[in-house]
T-cell receptor, first 112, second 116 residues
Framework: KAGVTQTPRYLIKTRGQQVTLSCSPI?????VSWYQQTPGQGLQFLFE???????NKGNFPGRFSGRQFSNSRSEMNVSTLELGDSALYLC???????????FGPGTRLTVL | KNQVEQSPQSLIILEGKNCTLQ??????????LRWYKQDTGRGPVSLTI?????NTKSNGRYTATLDADTKQSSLHITASQLSDSASYIC???????????????FGQGTILTVHP
């Protein structure tokens, strides 16, 4: 089975712009989670989706939003980008049979 | 407030030695506790996942233990290898709102460096 894929892998934006990141889970997985990782903050939880419903949400401002489609693919959007949004954004999927998460390679976002 | 605290923050050991990483948590009740390994620049990889009723779980040279009474977990690495150099993250899944899928709570991680 193919692993979790994330696109794009690298992205450079300027302040004030918006960005959409995409995540394709492992085939058959219906749970998708998103994380932000910065050197000083470690892994910070953003959202968790299951069957198109948001199951949990982290403590991020409303500029961060996400959704999951009927094929379990997920997107997250960040509007009005700030310099502090520069980070590695990770997506993970989980199968129905367990809570084990499988992470993608991440999208490296740089905000100038 | 649910918290997960890991110690030490960083650790340096020689190749072939054993080491133990600690995780103290206040999350209660919880559904499961997991340990991840994250190599620099890559996504985390799940090492072990234990339910609240399990005491130990092994994955090759990695053995995780869980003491629900003291709210402590440890990750023991046997016969360390250079490839074990990574960040190790402890994560707890609370039970919340009547479901087993509360918001995951992450520790800050322990950075392990294995020297030849």
């Amino acid at each position: 089975k193919a692993g979790v894929t994330q696109t794009p892998r690298y992205l450079i934006k300027t302040r004030g712009q918006q960005v959409t990141l995409s995540c394709s889970p492992i085939s058959g997985h219906r749970s998708v989670s998103w994380y932000q990782q910065t050197p000083g903050q470690g892994l910070q939880f953003l959202f968790e989706y299951f069957s198109e419903t948001q199951r949990n949400k982290g403590n991020f401002p409303g500029r961060f939003s996400g959704r999951q489609f009927s094929n379990s693919r997920s997107e997250m959007n960040v509007s009005t980008l700030e310099l502090g949004d520069s980070a590695l954004y990770l997506c993970a999927s989980s199968p129905l049979s367990s809570d084990t998460q499988y992470f993608g390679p991440g999208t490296r976002l740089t905000v100038l | 407030k649910n918290q997960v605290e890991q110690s030490p923050q960083s650790l340096i050991i020689l190749e072939g030695k054993n080491c133990t990483l600690q995780c103290n948590y206040t999350v209660s009740p919880f559904s499961n506790l997991r340990w991840y390994k994250q190599d620099t620049g890559r996504g985390p990889v799940s090492l072990t996942i234990m339910t609240f009723s399990e005491n130990t779980k092994s994955n090759g040279r990695y053995t995780a233990t869980l003491d629900a009474d003291t709210k402590q977990s440890s990750l023991h690495i046997t016969a360390s290898q250079l490839s074990d150099s990574a960040s190790y993250i402890c994560v707890v899944r609370p039970i919340a709102g009547g479901t087993s899928y509360g918001k995951l709570t992450f520790g800050q991680g322990t950075i392990l460096t294995v020297h030849p």
